[in-house]
């Protein structure tokens, strides 16, 4: 297996460097490769301008257009070119992060924004009146496998089917589905640690066990089933789920998980 | 009205700027006062870290933490504290921004990360068995109101309530009831353009009437109605929803709107 460990948080000293740092150490035991990009450590820049093109970034900037003109001359910077490469190696990615507002931080979205570019993550394959793209289970990435690692500040039932957060697993969908589904990466169930700001040294050693446990079955642990787009599901143009194929009363995210 | 404006593109000459620039003149023509924080223009910095906090961030820094006390001591960086001021400010907050994989613009996410600090936007009020603060409908910011504008590169039906990428309330949700319920504010129904990366002339006229009838009737459209934590529809200390609140069938995000 080869694992790239996309790492981002501000503290060396946190729950989210012990969690990577017990990825590397468990993943390289069990003999397979591991690279990390620790975004803050990295200083990774976050944010999509024009200088991520180059002296031929249009004016005004069309980010989609100029980064997939970019990706296909080879003229993106070297830091975002560096990523692909590691996306294009890897064939796991995990992803160690804390939830904050819900989402990832800054840092990672940016990771995210500016290197998954147009012709690299979307705008890939034939789109037309009777195809939309390889997409959504399709793409430069598919074959790969993702799971997110998130550290979470509040308690568990809140993010519970009628928690008030919301549920976890819809939470997460706009990241599973959205950005790494997208590009054709399948996506394991998260590892979650909740109350991680006042996490105790027992709570800790049980979530480290959970975690090293999880690592030593990725091979084996199923993705979550997203319909894949373009193998029948899905109308055409509209890409809405063709009537029927749900579960009876079933809505929203979940319509777009394989019963 | 005093209305501060997030703005969140890196082209000055974008769809995005154009309707910041029409809800300026549009709101300014109407008699409201306008602020605008432009964050590529700004060069926000979008990263938490140590520097945010002064010389007197603990090590190992806890962002929670550090950021509630340098709130509280009136130490938060100038950047962030002119930021919370505008907030304090203003009754009405638009956020103007592309849809990047499924949500806000990195810079944008940092935006949040940045202001909405401990003691300001999180960790308001007690928190004890019996109450888990005053956040989902009360904080800091309650009383004020929001718009979302986003534009959105890929058409209509995709987002619709059983669209690929799942509904656009649904994504919208984690920002919505996720980071501005949370701290008080009241979000009205989003301002959408959907095909923004081929607008033609045509629909960007039919989009700008439509954007400036939404900004002359801020005052009288109704907030998305979700349910307030503290006035009885979710059990104590689990945040679950009470059962049989909800209209039959109801799941997911949809559980946390009132019927």
Known sequence: ??????????????????????????????????????????????????????????????????????????????????????LLWADTII????????????????????????????GVGEHSETKYGERYGEGTLAGKKALLSVTIGGPEPHYGPRGINGPIEDLLFPIHHGILFYPGIESLPPFVVYGADRLSEDAYATAAQAWEQRLRTIATTDPIPFRRQNFGDYDIPSLALKPGLEPAGSTGFSLHIRP
Not at 47 to 65: F, K, N, Q, T, W
């Open 95 to 122: 992803f160690q992060f804390p939830l904050w507002w819900y989402s990832m931080p800054a840092i990672l979205k940016g990771w995210v924004d500016r290197v998954f570019t147009y012709r690299f993550a979307y």
């Open 1 to 86: 297996m080869k694992t790239l460990i996309v790492h981002a948080h501000p503290e060396p000293k946190s729950l989210n460097s012990s969690l990577t740092d017990l990825a590397v150490t468990t993943l390289e035991a069990a003999g397979h490769e591991v690279r990390v990009s620790d975004l803050y450590a990295m200083n990774w820049k976050p944010v999509v301008d024009a200088d991520d093109y180059g002296p031929e970034a249009s004016s005004p900037l069309a980010v989609a257009r100029d980064s997939g003109r970019a990706f296909e001359t080879g003229t993106l910077t070297a830091d975002v070119r560096a990523e692909q490469e590691k």
